[in-house]
C-alpha cells in the first residue's frame, strides 16, 4: 500500500506526457509479417507484441532517450534508438534477418552487455555454440578467467566468478535463474559422512552450487552473467547472477546430432502455433550417452532432459502468459566389469530424476500507478539415490549399532559379503516473486520504479543415508581404522530436516538525468529486504555510468548482498565415535566389546554468508571496435565452511574375567581415561577477498579479409581466511602423549593472470565460419599458506593446549606432526598456451556442419610449478555436431 501511495504522489511530481511509436515488422527475407514479436523498451521495461499483421504501438515516455528491443525466435534480435526514428508520426517499418551465418555481422564470444551501467556479460545463439557445448558448463567456459577443456561428466561442474582457483563457497553463491526463474540445488543432501560438501559419489554436488553438467546446451538461446552488482530485484545470491533463457516460439523441426569421443548427444526441438486463442507451444528432448574411457564401463553417464513451454497471449496484448513443464532423468544404474567373478563386484551410480514447474504471468496495465505487472511461481521436486557397493572378503568385521552412548556387544558382517552404502534424497523447492514496475518522466528526469516480494520454500524429505549392519562398510566405523573423523548411523532426512523458508521484499529505481550538454548520467538504486533461516539483512545496490561522449562512458557500483546456507549445512546430522575394545574368537564363542559415544548436533542456526562488492569501469565505443575496462573489489565474509571441534570422552579402562574356559568372558569397568577427538561442523567462519581487473576488446569485422578479432582477459587476487588454526593428527597412532598438533596459519593467497583471444574468418556468402581462439595462462601464485612446517602447540592426552617454545619445536616427539615443506613456500606456476579450432558450414538447405577441436595442436607442454614439472593442457580432442531444420 505504502509502495501504490508512493507512486500516486510521484506520478503527481512528474510528468505523463508519453508518444507512442507504431510500427510494422516484417521479415527480411520475405517481407511477410512477424505476428508475436516481442518489443520491450529497455530503459522502462515496457513491452507489447506485434498482432497477426505484424503491427505494434508502444509508449515512448522519453522520445530522446530510449532503447527498443525487438525479439523473435529465428530472427535476429535487434536494437532501435532515438536516432534511428526521424519522425514519430509516421509508421515505422522494423525488418528482421534470419538468425545464421548469412549475417554480415555474427558475434561468436562473450560480449559486455550494451549498457552504462554494470558490467554484465551477454552470450547469444552462436556465442553459446562458438564450442562445441553439451551443457552449461561447456558454454561458460568462455567467460575471462575460465579454461576450455573438453566436456567431462564423470564428475560435477561447478562455476567461479573473479577469483583464483577453484572455491566451493564462491560457487554455492551464484544464483541461476531460467526463464526468469530461480532454481535452487540448496535441498540437495546426498553426503554420506564427514562435511557437508562430501558427497557419496563423485556426481554428487552438496552445498557446492550448480551442478552445470545437469543442464543440456541445446535449447538455450541466451545467457547474461552478472558477476558484478545485481539490481535489489535479485536476492539469495553473493558472487553473481547467471540468467538463462531458452529457445521458445514457433519454430521448425531442428534435430542436432553431436560426437566427441565418447560422448554422444542428440535432441530434437520444435515450436508449434496452437491457434490464435491456444498460443505456442515449444518442445525440446535431448539425449547424452557419456563416457571419457570406453573401455571402462563403470564410469559411463547417461542424460535425458525433455521440456515443454505453452506461451499464450490475449487478443488485446496485454497479458502474456508462459507456462514450462521440465522433466531430467540421468538413467544411471548399477554396472559392473562382468568379466569378475560372480558377486566380486564393485559399482557407484548416482540416481536423479525430477521435474520441474513454472510460470510466468505478465500483465500490460498501463494505469496511473503501474505500467505492468510481473507475477512468476516454480515448484521442483526429484527423487535421487547415491549408491557405491563393493565386495569384502576379509574376514567378519564388527560393527557398531547402539543410537545412544553406550558400552555393547556390536554385530558380525559375514566373511564375504556385499557392502553397500547409498543415500536416498528427495528436494524440494518452491519460489515465487510479484514485482511491480512504472515509469517516470520530466524534462530532465526519467525514472524506471519498480517493487516486489519473494518467497521460497525449502525441504527434503528424502529416506537418508542407509544403514544395514549385515551389509556395513566396517572400515569406516572404529578410529584408527582408515583415518575417518566418525562414524555412522542412519539417517532419515524426513525426520532431521524442517523445511526451510526464505522471503525479501526490494524496491528499485533506475533512473536517468540529462545534463544541459545532452550527456546521460545514469544511477540504478536500489535496497532489498532478506529473511533467510531466521536472519534479517538489508541490502543496498548502486550502479552508475556517466556519459563523457557518444563513445567514452565511465560506470561504477557499490552493493551488498547474502546467501542463505543449504539444508545439508543447516542439518549435518548426529556424530558418532566408535572404539573395539577387546574382540575374541575362539571355536566355542565370538565375543566383541564396543564403547559408542553420540554427540547430538540439532539445527545449526548459521548466518547468511555475506558480500560487499565494489566496482569502477570505462566502456569505449569507436567506429572500429568496443573496448571495457572493470576493476572490482569484493569482501565476503560470513562464509560457511567446516570447522574442527575438539571433545573429551571419558574413555573405560575393563577388566575381563573368565568363569569358564568355552563361554565368553565377563566384564566390568575398574575406571575411565581420558581420550581426545574432532569433529567437523559448518560455521559461519570464512572471510574473502578478491580484487582484480578484466577487460574485452572486440574489433569490428576487417571486410578486406572477412576477420574479426576479439580479446578478453582477466587478473585476480584472492585471500581467504577462515580465522581457524590448523589441528592435525598425529600420523604415529602410538604417540597418544602427542594426539594433535596445532600450526598457525597464512590466510590461504594466490593469483592468476589469463588473457584469451579469439579471430573469426566468417564468409557472410557462404554461411562459413572459421574460428581460432588462443589461451595464455600468464602467471598462477599460491601463496604459502604455514610460517613454519613446525607446530605451534598441541593437544595432549587430556584435552588440554600446550604451546611449544620456538626452540623446542624441532623436538624428535613432534616429527610425526610435521606439515609439508611445500606449505611453507610460494608456488608460480608460469606462462603456456593453449588452442582450439571451430569450422561451421551452413547450407541452403537447412544443414549445418561443424567440427571443433580443442588442443588442436597437441601442445602438452611441461610447465614448472615451484620444483616440480607438470604437464599442462587436456590432449587434443575433436568432436563434430549436425543441425538440421525442416
Avoid at 558448463?137 to 573473479?162: A, H, V
Avoid at 563423485?202 to 545485481?230: M, Q, Y
Avoid at 549392519?469 to 569406516?476: E, F, G, I
Avoid at 601442445?859 to 587434443?876: E, F, L, S, W
Amino acid at each position: 500500500m505504502r509502495f501504490i501511495t508512493l507512486l500516486f504522489i510521484l506520478s503527481c511530481t512528474f510528468s505523463y506526457s508519453q508518444t507512442r511509436l507504431t510500427g510494422r515488422v516484417i521479415s527480411d527475407e520475405n517481407n511477410q509479417a512477424l505476428e508475436d514479436v516481442l518489443i520491450t523498451e529497455a530503459k522502462t521495461n515496457a513491452w507489447t507484441l506485434t498482432n497477426a499483421k505484424g503491427y505494434f504501438s508502444i509508449a515512448i515516455s522519453n522520445p530522446q532517450r530510449f532503447e527498443l528491443n525487438f525479439k523473435i525466435l529465428g530472427k535476429k534480435e535487434l536494437q532501435i534508438t532515438q536516432d534511428d526514428i526521424k519522425n514519430f508520426s509516421e509508421i515505422l517499418t522494423v525488418r528482421l534477418q534470419d538468425d545464421n551465418l548469412k549475417l554480415d555481422d555474427v558475434t561468436v564470444t562473450a560480449v559486455p552487455k550494451r549498457s552504462k551501467v554494470g558490467s554484465a556479460v551477454v552470450l547469444d545463439d552462436y556465442a553459446v555454440n562458438q564450442r562445441q557445448s553439451f551443457s552449461l558448463s561447456d558454454i561458460l567456459q568462455q567467460l575471462p578467467g575460465q579454461e576450455i577443456k573438453p566436456p567431462n561428466f564423470t564428475e560435477t561442474k561447478i562455476l567461479n566468478l573473479r577469483t583464483a582457483g577453484e572455491s566451493t563457497t564462491n560457487a554455492f553463491g551464484i544464483a541461476y535463474m531460467i526463464d526468469g526463474l530461480q532454481i535452487s540445488n540448496d535441498e540437495n543432501m546426498q553426503t554420506y559422512n564427514g562435511g557437508s560438501n562430501n558427497g557419496l559419489t563423485s556426481l554428487d554436488n552438496p552445498s557446492n552450487g550448480l551442478d552445470l553438467n545437469t543442464i543440456p546446451a541445446s535449447n538455450i538461446e541466451k545467457i547474461e552473467v552478472i558477476a558484478g552488482i545485481p539490481d535489489a530485484e535479485y536476492g539469495n545470491l553473493t558472487t553473481g547472477l547467471i540468467k538463462i533463457d531458452r529457445k521458445a516460439g514457433i519454430s521448425p523441426y531442428r534435430v542436432m546430432a553431436s560426437l566427441r569421443q565418447g560422448t554422444t548427444q542428440v535432441s530434437l526441438d520444435k515450436g508449434y502455433n496452437l491457434g490464435e486463442k491456444a498460443g505456442n507451444l515449444s518442445f525440446s528432448i535431448n539425449y547424452l550417452n557419456a563416457n571419457n574411457n570406453p573401455t571402462d564401463q563403470l564410469n559411463s553417464y547417461d542424460r535425458v532432459t525433455a521440456s515443454a513451454i505453452w506461451t499464450v497471449n490475449s487478443h488485446d496484448k496485454k497479458f502474456r502468459n508462459s507456462f514450462s513443464l521440465n522433466f531430467h532423468d540421468n538413467l544411471n544404474d548399477i554396472s559392473y566389469d562382468k568379466e569378475n567373478e560372480s558377486g566380486k563386484r564393485e559399482a557407484t551410480f548416482k540416481k536423479d530424476r525430477g521435474i520441474r514447474l513454472s510460470n510466468r504471468l505478465f500483465w500490460n496495465a498501463n494505469t496511473a500507478i503501474i505500467d505492468n505487472i510481473e507475477f512468476n511461481v516454480g515448484f521442483s521436486y526429484a527423487k535421487q539415490h547415491s549408491y557405491h557397493q563393493s565386495f569384502i572378503n576379509n574376514g567378519g568385521r564388527v560393527v557398531p549399532t547402539a543410537m545412544e552412548t553406550s558400552l555393547y556387544t556390536g554385530n558380525y558382517t559375514p566373511v564375504s559379503y556385499l557392502s553397500v552404502k547409498e543415500v536416498f534424497g528427495q528436494p524440494l523447492n518452491l519460489n515465487t516473486k510479484l514485482s511491480f514496475r512504472k515509469s517516470l518522466n520530466s524534462e530532465k528526469f526519467s525514472h524506471n520504479l519498480s517493487a516486489g516480494f519473494n518467497f521460497s520454500y525449502s525441504d527434503n524429505t528424502g529416506r537418508g543415508k542407509g544403514y544395514d549392519p549385515d551389509k556395513a562398510y566396517s572400515d569406516l566405523t572404529f578410529k584408527g581404522t582408515s583415518g575417518e573423523d566418525v562414524g555412522f548411523r542412519p539417517t532419515s532426512y524426513r525426520n532431521l530436516v524442517t523445511p526451510r523458508k526464505n522471503y525479501g521484499i526490494y524496491f528499485q529505481d533506475n533512473s536517468t538525468y540529462t545534463f544541459a550538454n545532452g550527456h546521460d548520467l545514469f544511477a540504478n538504486i536500489g535496497v532489498r529486504y532478506d529473511n533467510q533461516n531466521g536472519f534479517s539483512s538489508i541490502s543496498p545496490r548502486i550502479n552508475f555510468g556517466y556519459e563523457l561522449s557518444r563513445k567514452w562512458s565511465i560506470r561504477g557500483g557499490i552493493g551488498f548482498a547474502s546467501k542463505a546456507p543449504s539444508l545439508s549445512q543447516i542439518f549435518p546430522s548426529d556424530k558418532y565415535y566408535d572404539y573395539l575394545i577387546r574382540d575374541i574368537r575362539t571355536n566355542d564363542y565370538a565375543f566383541n566389546l564396543v564403547q559408542t559415544y553420540k554427540i547430538a548436533i540439532d539445527k545449526l542456526d548459521l548466518e547468511p554468508s555475506k558480500i560487499w562488492k565494489y566496482e569502477i569501469g570505462a566502456n569505449y565505443n569507436a567506429n572500429f571496435a568496443n573496448f571495457s575496462l572493470t576493476a572490482y573489489y569484493n569482501r565476503t565474509f560470513d562464509g560457511i565452511v567446516g570447522v574442527k571441534q575438539l571433545v573429551n570422552f571419558d574413555y573405560p579402562e575393563v577388566e575381563f574375567t573368565y568363569p569358564e574356559d568355552n563361554t565368553a568372558p565377563d566384564y566390568e569397568v575398574t575406571g575411565y581415561s581420558n581420550r581426545v577427538e574432532t569433529y567437523s561442523l559448518p560455521q559461519n567462519s570464512q572471510e574473502t577477498t578478491d580484487a582484480g581487473i578484466e577487460f574485452f576488446a572486440t574489433f569490428k569485422k576487417i571486410e578486406a579479409i572477412n576477420t574479426s578479432f576479439s580479446f578478453s582477459g582477466r587478473y585476480v587476487y584472492t585471500e581467504n581466511n577462515s580465522f581457524n588454526e590448523i589441528i592435525e593428527s598425529n600420523s604415529d597412532k602410538a604417540n597418544t602423549a602427542v594426539p594433535y598438533g596445532i600450526f598457525t596459519k597464512y590466510p590461504d593467497k594466490s593469483d592468476d593472470l589469463k588473457l584469451r583471444g579469439t579471430a573469426s574468418y566468417h564468409l557472410s556468402e557462404l554461411g562459413l565460419l572459421i574460428s581460432l581462439t588462443a589461451e595464455q595462462f600468464t602467471r598462477r601464485t599460491t601463496y604459502a599458506t604455514i610460517k613454519s612446517i613446525y607446530p605451534s602447540a598441541y593437544i595432549n592426552g587430556n584435552g588440554d593446549r600446550i604451546a611449544i617454545p620456538a626452540e623446542n619445536r624441532d623436538d624428535q616427539k613432534f616429527q610425526s606432526l610435521l606439515k609439508n615443506p611445500l606449505n611453507s613456500r610460494d608456488q608460480v606456476t608460469h606462462l603456456y598456451h593453449n588452442f582450439h579450432l571451430r569450422l561451421t558450414k551452413e547450407f541452403q538447405n537447412n544443414l549445418s556442419l561443424s567440427m571443433y577441436v580443442t588442443n588442436f595442436l597437441n601442445y602438452q607442454p611441461q610447465v614448472a610449478t615451484g620444483n616440480h614439472k607438470t604437464r599442462k593442457n587436456d590432449p587434443i580432442s575433436f568432436g563434430a555436431q549436425i543441425n538440421y531444420q525442416f
